[in-house]
Structures are given as structure tokens and as C-alpha cells.
């Protein structure tokens, strides 16, 4: 059941809506909990059992964990201050304990799942290589909606609860909830469980502003994914199923566009689903702040799927930087590297790590971890030479506030964000390459005039269309950036000039959106992940 489609916004959506406003207050989670399973079953059938073994075992380690702590809590007060010490120590093994078998069940299913066919396909090359009879068979295996999502929420919940940022929660619907609400299952956002789980189990009551806004997003996601994301990936499509048929500026422009597709369907798909929790009454937490507006790939990062990122620095940075054996290896190494370096590479360790599984979270394939690695290398270079580049900038004289090197830094950002776009829609890494490789050596001016644009799928009309929703979205994220709150000046204009722009909103959606005939419906990216 996709997020743009007439059977998600129109039937599912309004029939959970109607059941929740006239249920209850206090019985409307069970709306929730109750619709959040009919889409997961919808969506994906029987593959809800894995939902449900995910959901069961870290309720069941939650109350675990929670036993234990409170257990501590009780024994601490009766303990000698010379015997506390001993004390913690062997709860905290236990709670790591819990912590692992819950780990193990979620992270377990979500590794035979999403990357047995993975491994094994390079564990028999290597056994090939090194003369092995090891031959391990691939597997059919169908990959569960949203579980990359989902586990890692889970995950999160379970260290939280480990950390004492939340309480074991002993209600399990409130948990089932939790992970399976249908707006962020399939493609986030991913939420703390403090931060959701509440809003999820309170009734809340209708508002006039939240469920108008609510739709307002909705709209504005639609417009973005179908008039936009799916007419683009016309062109996107055709450029990297054949490459090498192209000169390079039609692959720079294949390039473009698809990084124009993933931003408009992907923040377009989080605007579908903060909309639809937003007409229940629900805050989910922001994904997306103008990442194309950064100065620095580490500031696009902090912008762009920002839950992922935050996700990845608190259960994975900060639990590496953090632990005991890492703080010992950073203090030895500052010993020896009596300099900035030596401050620096301690850094650089937790953070290999993090792209590591950033890339490989993205999908089983070598080309996800040369992704995560892309921007690893760039980050770490750029902290590597931060301060030779200060020193050579100041002695040239250079502003680095100034406007004209800030939009030097846009500019950088760009194309590095881009070749890394390109890195994660090629086939494979090798195509990546040698695409990369025609942009600059192949570049061929006459695509423009030739004929060639009108020869990859779209005509004229469709790329003004684009254009024109290009400038749309551009001249939203400008106002926003600048703090102007399009939505809310929208509220305060009279009934008339606001339903005008609505339906306009809507109208451009219906007429301008690519549907019907002659267009394949296109699957959300990230939910196939």
C-alpha cells in the first residue's frame, strides 16, 4: 500500500481518521494499533511474523532489563559503600547481557534476511580463490516491509532502556505500537522511544489546525514525488540501464536528476507520512532541513535523514567513543601523536564504523559500503587538513564567512554530493566508475541542441514541468531557510485566498502529476531498504 497512492490517502487513511476522531479518547490507540497492522498485513503479508518476533523480544528484554535495574535500585541502599562498586559492576554485565540476546534476535533476522545472499556470494569467492570446497547456496528470501527501519528502532529502545534515558515499558501494545505505527514503518522517520510513544497511546483530540496542516503536508509530498520524483525517473531510469550509450554530459544530467529524484520522492515520502500523523494529532520528529543548502558534506549529513544520522551517533559513535577500551586507546594514542592528529584519530575510528554500517544498512551490496566509505574518506579528510587549510587561508586573506567563499562551499558540496548520488544509483561500483569517468572525458556540448534530451523518455512539456516545480521547491526552501513559515502565513490569509491556494495545490498534483497512461507507477527507494 504506497504512500502516494488513491487506496493509502483516500481509504486507509480516511477510514483510520473517521474510526479514531469518533472513538474514545482513551481507546484510540487501539485505532491506531489496529490500522498500523492492517497496512503491515496489506503491505506485506505474512512477513508480519518477523514484525512480531522483533516486537515480542524486546518487550520481553525490556522487562528484563527493567527487573534488573530496579533490583539494583533495591539492593544498592542495603549494600556497603566498599561492596556498591563490586555491585554495579555485575548488574551492568547482566543488563549487557539482556542487551545482547535482544540485539542478537533483532539484528540476527535482519542480517540472514537483508545479507545471507550477500555473504555467501563472497564467501565462495573467496573460497574460489583460495582452492576451498565451500559452496554455499543462495537463497530465495523475501525481505520483510520496513525492517531495516524497525530493528533499528527496536534497538534503540532496548539501549535506551539499558542507558536509563527510558523506562521498560510494561504495556506491550504500547510497544507494538510503537514500531509498527504505519506512517514510519516503512520509511521513517526513526523515533526515540520518549519521544513517540506517549503522543501514540493518548488520545488526542481533533484540531482543526493540526489536521488541515496535516493534509497541507500531505499535498505538498504528492506534489513532490508525483510531479516531480516520478517524471524525472523517465529519464533517470533510461540513463543508468545503458550508460555507455550516452556522452557525458547526458550522464551528468542522469546524475542530476536522479539526485533531484531521491531529495523531491524522499523528503516528499516524509512529508506523506509526518501529514497523515500530524491529522491524528501526532509530532513526528523532522527528517529533512534543506540539506542542498550546506556548506560541508558533514553539514549535508546533519540535514539530510537526519533521524538515520542521529540513530547512527548515539547507538554507534557515542557507544564506541564512549566505552572503556576505546577511552584507553584514545589516551594512548594522544601520547604518542603529540599533535592535532592525535586528537583527530581517535575520532576517526568510531566514525569508520559508522559509515561502515551506514552504507551496509543501505543494502547488501559492495557499492552501499563504497558509498559509506565516499563520505567516510572525505570527512576524515577534511579533518585531517582543517588545519592547514585555516593557516593557508588566513595567510592568504581569505573570508571564510565571506559570500563569495560560502558559495564556493555550496558549490563543493554539490558535486560531491552528487558523485556520491551517482555511487548509489549505478548498477554496480565498476559502473559508477566509468560513468564518473565519461562526465569529464566524454562530455559532449551537443546533446543540447541534437535532439538527444527528447530521446530519454520525456518531451519538452515534461522538462518545463520540471522546471517549474524545480523553482517551486527551490523558492520554499529559500523562504523556509530564511524562517518564513509559508504554512502559517497560509493560516492567517481569509477562507477564500487560502481554500484558492488548496485547491491549486491540489489541482497542479491531479493535472501535472505523472500517472495514467504511458507511466509505470515508481516504488519509493527507501522503501525498498
Known amino acids: 500500500m504506497a504512500y502516494n497512492s488513491y487506496l493509502y490517502i483516500v481509504v486507509f487513511l480516511g477510514l483510520s481518521l473517521l474510526l479514531y476522531y469518533v472513538t474514545p479518547k482513551r481507546l484510540r490507540w487501539i485505532i491506531l494499533l489496529l490500522a498500523s497492522y492492517v497496512f503491515y498485513c496489506v503491505s506485506s503479508g505474512g512477513l508480519i511474523v518477523y514484525l512480531l518476533i522483533s516486537t515480542v523480544s524486546v518487550y520481553i528484554c525490556g522487562l528484563w532489563l527493567g527487573k534488573i535495574i530496579e533490583g539494583y535500585e533495591s539492593a544498592k541502599a542495603s549494600t556497603p559503600k566498599e561492596e556498591r562498586k563490586a555491585l554495579s559492576e555485575k548488574v551492568t554485565r547482566r543488563k549487557k547481557l539482556v542487551v545482547f540476546v535482544a540485539l542478537l534476535v533483532n539484528f540476527g533476522l535482519l542480517a540472514f534476511l537483508k545479507y545471507f545472499n550477500f555473504f555467501a556470494d563472497n564467501i565462495n569467492v573467496i573460497s574460489k580463490l583460495l582452492n576451498l570446497n565451500i559452496a554455499i547456496r543462495s537463497r530465495r528470501i523475501a525481505l520483510p516491509l520496513g525492517i531495516s527501519f524497525y530493528t533499528l528502532m527496536a534497538a534503540g529502545y532496548i539501549i535506551d532502556v539499558y542507558r536509563g534515558k527510558c523506562r521498560a515499558d510494561r504495556n506491550p501494545c504500547r510497544v507494538a505500537l510503537f514500531l509498527s505505527f504505519f506512517p514510519h514503518i516503512v520509511e521513517g522517520p526513526f523515533a526515540r522511544y520518549d519521544q513517540l510513544a506517549g503522543q501514540l497511546y493518548e488520545g488526542h483530540a481533533f484540531s482543526y489546525k493540526e489536521f488541515t496542516f496535516g493534509a497541507q503536508l500531505i499535498v505538498w509530498g504528492l506534489f513532490k514525488k508525483i510531479v516531480i520524483a516520478d517524471r524525472v525517473n523517465i529519464v533517470v531510469k533510461t540513463v543508468f540501464a545503458s550508460p555507455s550509450a550516452y556522452s557525458g554530459l547526458v550522464v551528468l544530467l542522469g546524475v542530476l536528476l536522479f539526485t533531484l529524484q531521491i531529495y523531491a520522492e524522499f523528503s516528499g515520502a516524509m512529508d506523506i507520512v509526518t501529514g ?187 522538462y518545463f514541468v520540471i522546471g517549474a516545480g524545480g523553482i517551486v521547491m527551490l523558492a520554499v526552501s529559500l523562504l523556509q531557510e530564511r524562517g518564513f513559515s509559508l504554512r502559517e502565513r497560509i493560516a492567517e490569509k481569509n477562507i477564500a485566498i487560502r481554500w484558492c491556494i488548496y485547491f491549486a495545490a491540489i489541482f497542479a498534483v491531479i493535472i501535472f502529476g505523472a500517472y495514467g497512461a504511458g507511466y509505470n507507477p515508481v516504488d519509493f527507494i527507501y522503501a525498498q531498504f
Not at 540539506?291 to 559513535?317: K, Q, Y
Not at 588545519?387 to 573570508?399: D, E, V, Y
Open 276 to 462: 497523515s500523523a500530524q491529522m491524528f494529532g501526532i509530532s513526528l520528529v523532522k527528517n529533512f532541513e534543506r540539506p542542498f543548502f550546506s556548506r560541508t558534506v558533514a553539514e549535508f549529513w546533519r540535514r539530510w535523514h537526519m533521524t538515520l544520522g542521529a540513530w547512527l551517533r548515539d547507538f554507534i559513535l557515542y557507544s564506541v567513543s564512549l566505552s572503556k577500551w576505546f577511552v584507553k586507546l584514545s589516551k594512548l594514542i594522544k601520547s604518542r601523536l603529540r599533535s592535532n592528529t592525535g586528537k583527530i584519530v581517535p575520532t576517526l575510528i568510531p566514525l569508520f564504523l559508522v559509515w561502515l554500517f551506514c552504507g551496509l544498512w543501505h543494502g547488501a551490496s559492495w557499492k552501499y559500503v563504497l558509498y559509506g566509505m565516499y563520505y567516510y574518506v572525505i570527512m576524515a579528510l577534511g579533518m585531517l587538513f582543517e588545519p592547514l587549510f585555516s593557516r593557508l587561508f588566513a595567510a592568504l586573506r581569505i573570508n571564510r564567512e565571506g559570500r563569495p567563499y560560502k558559495a564556493l562551499q555550496l558549490v563543493r558540496t554539490l558535486v560531491l554530493v552528487n558523485i556520491g548520488m551517482l555511487i548509489f544509483r549505478a548498477p554496480e561500483t565498476k559502473t559508477a566508475f566509468s560513468m564518473l569517468r565519461s562526465i569529464f572525458t566524454g562530455f559532449d556540448p551537443k546533446a543540447l541542441t541534437n535532439g538527444t534530451l527528447l530521446k530519454l523518455g520525456m518531451d519538452l512539456q515534461d
